[in-house]
């Protein structure tokens, strides 16, 4: 009797997990993708992107294919004249490992000028990020630069904090680098969707604003 009521407690359980994980992913999906674009001449042009950050290396020590597609579309967004400058957002948790000045290094060798770039540190999370953009950086208009699967998540963030975000999403790496990452980003936007509305999840680190102004 015990068992039977066991198995039908996890079986509900897992019934309820995977109705959430499939609900979550639709809602954002759904409501964000007309803010997805993958033609650099047909984004609209918001002045100031955020890159979001990533490792530049992959475990196995070799570059990171995420991490230079992104930085690869930065670029053709600065030569097209469509962005002035960048908040390059990411996590610097030791002398080792710095992913805004990681960002900063690649863009510059594709020819950005560090005039127009604004290192962000404390960009931990998306969420940490999205929220940092506006509460330090003082931007409510924005472009978002990663790739295709992770857009919808940050613009989904970015509306729930009224700021007026399009995406332009970077090119995929192959099936081999993308699965894993893909599965793990279903979880993430559950986990967004309970920061934000159930939550209350703020981030961890503000401080100091640091207005970025840019003349159109």
């Known amino acids: 009797m015990v068992i039977r009521w066991l198995k039908r407690l996890v079986a509900g ?3 309820i997990l995977v109705v959430t994980v499939v609900g979550c992913n ?7 993708r007309n803010k997805v674009y993958d033609d ?6 918001h002045r100031i992107a955020l890159v979001l950050g990533t ?6 020590g070799k570059p990171n294919p995420f991490f230079e597609k992104r930085m690869e579309t930065a670029a053709q967004l600065y030569t097209l004249g469509k962005i002035d400058h960048f908040i390059l957002s990411g996590d610097n948790r030791s002398r080792y490992y710095n992913e805004p000045m990681e960002m900063q290094r690649a863009l510059i060798k594709l020819g950005v000028p560090k005039s127009a770039i604004t290192l962000d540190y404390a960009g931990l999370r998306t969420l940490d990020s999205v929220v940092r953009s506006k509460e330090i950086f003082g931007q409510k208009k924005l472009t978002i630069i990663t790739q295709p699967f992770h857009s919808y998540r940050a613009i989904f963030i970015s509306q729930y904090y009224g700021i007026d975000a399009v995406a332009m999403a970077a090119d995929d790496p192959g099936l ?3 699965l894993k990452v893909v599965v793990r980003e279903y979880f993430a936007r559950t986990k967004a969707v309970l920061d934000l509305y159930i939550f209350k999840t703020e981030p961890r ?3 100091e604003k640091e207005i970025i102004n840019v003349s159109i």
């Open 13 to 15: 359980a897992l019934i």
């Open 26 to 32: 639709i809602w954002i999906v759904q409501s964000t």
């Open 40 to 45: 650099l001449i047909q984004l609209p042009e």
């Open 55 to 60: 490792s530049n290396k992959l475990v196995s």
């Open 176 to 178: 081999d680098h993308n």
């Open 205 to 207: 680190f503000l401080g």
